[in-house]
């Protein structure tokens, strides 16, 4: 790939929601039927985000509250193109937008 390129990466809970439906699986349906190269969910088994207390996965009652974090790498354009429904979807939670050299 010889066009620049973009990492977005997404901090979003276990428990994060869009139409009933959990959050992480509707942002990668969305970023697929945009047809974006691709996208991952990685699951943490510790972490906190924005205010929220520190979850770890040795608690006996997590209440799916563990951060997850999204990332998709595509052209500027791409991206672009993504990024509104991105935002929309996610609401407060962190985005973090970096350029990217593929080798």
């Known amino acids: 790939m010889n ?24 942002i990668l349906r969305m970023l697929h039927h945009n047809g974006v190269s691709g996208g991952t969910v990685l699951h943490a088994i510790a972490g906190f985000t924005n205010k929220g207390t520190v979850e770890t996965t ?17 052209t500027v354009e791409k991206v672009e193109s993504v990024l509104a429904e991105l935002k929309k979807m996610t609401g407060s939670r962190l985005l973090v937008r970096e350029k990217v050299e593929i080798i």
């Open 58 to 74: 040795t608690m006996v009652d997590v209440g799916s509250q563990l951060p997850l974090v999204i990332e998709f790498i595509d």
């Open 3 to 26: 066009q620049e390129t973009i990492k977005i990466t997404a901090y979003i809970n276990e428990s994060d929601k869009w139409e009933h439906k959990p959050l992480y699986l509707e």
